[in-house]
């Protein structure tokens, strides 16, 4: 069944007004008709089963049938920092990590990045982004939207890490604690982040700093994983722990 991410306020306690491309993709692209039923979310948790009453290119309008939480979401709410990688490896990692369960990714620069953020085009960058982001929710069937962030240094990317029930530095080298153990140790989090390198990983002074933050030292098994690789893997290890 087609999925529609609205804005709150687009949504009445008994209908849904959709506008712009996506009621042209009804009308035009699905061919839909009145009657035909689609899932329409707030991308706040919120799904709701609609019928459609009436059909433009600019507008349709639905009639609410009923409404439920979600049941696609993880339990926990999970935020990935991901140092800059180089080519569209960002991009993968986003739809995947929407189809995970994280709900916010924010890119920060490590001393090791060959990839910068131009500042010029940082806008258009966050903007397609988040498209992907927004079409991989919808794909998936979740009812809440994974947010791209804007770009942060390193410091202020561990001042923001501080601040969750847990925090993973995904690190290879030595000091570490498997990921198995550390989510065996915190089954009861809701809140945590998972933080990953670039392709040359994290340099010993970051993995010093951020050991001095508080955050936690992660291994992620005995070989060395590729930047775009990593996250998915905390990612996956944290689903099976702490939400199947």
Same mark, same amino acid.
């Not at 290119?57 to 939480?69: G, P, W």
């Not at 955050?215 to 099976?240: D, F, H, K, N, Q």
């Given at each position: ?15 849904? +007004? ?6 042209? +993709?009804?009308? %035009? ?39 439920? +939480?979600?049941? $696609? ?28 369960? $994280? ?20 806008? $258009? ?22 947010k791209v962030e804007d770009p942060i240094g390193f410091e202020d990317m561990l001042t923001l890490a501080r601040d969750f029930e847990l925090s993973l530095f995904c690190y290879e080298g030595e000091g570490t604690v498997s990921l198995r ?5 915190? %089954? ?57």
């Amino acid at each position: 069944m087609p999925r529609f991410f609205v804005e709150p306020d687009c949504i009445s306690e008994t209908s849904v +007004h959709i506008t712009g491309e996506d009621a042209r +993709h009804i009308a %035009r692209s699905l061919r839909m008709a009145v009657g035909d039923e689609l899932t329409v979310s707030d991308a706040m948790g919120r799904e709701y089963l609609c019928r459609l009453t009436k059909i433009r290119d600019e507008e349709c309008e639905l009639e609410i049938l009923s409404m439920r +939480h979600s049941l $696609a979401e993880s339990p926990v709410d999970i935020t990935v920092f991901m140092a800059y990688p180089k080519s569209d490896k960002l991009e993968l990692v986003i739809q995947k990590a929407a189809e995970l369960g $994280a709900m916010r990714v924010i890119p920060f620069e490590s001393s090791r990045c060959i990839k910068r953020p131009k500042e010029d085009k940082a806008n $258009a960058k966050r903007e397609r982004l988040n498209r992907i982001a927004r079409e991989a929710c919808g794909q998936c069937g979740r009812a809440s939207l994974l947010k791209v962030e804007d770009p942060i240094g390193f410091e202020d990317m561990l001042t923001l890490a501080r601040d969750f029930e847990l925090s993973l530095f995904c690190y290879e080298g030595e000091g570490t604690v498997s990921l198995r153990e550390v989510l065996e140790a915190n %089954r009861g989090v809701r809140r945590l982040c998972v933080i990953v390198g670039s392709e040359g990983g994290f340099s010993e002074s970051e993995a010093a700093a951020a050991a001095r933050a508080g955050l936690v030292m992660t291994g992620l098994g005995r070989r060395i994983l590729r930047c775009e690789t990593a996250p998915l893997y905390a990612l996956s290890a944290i689903s099976y722990a702490l939400e199947l």
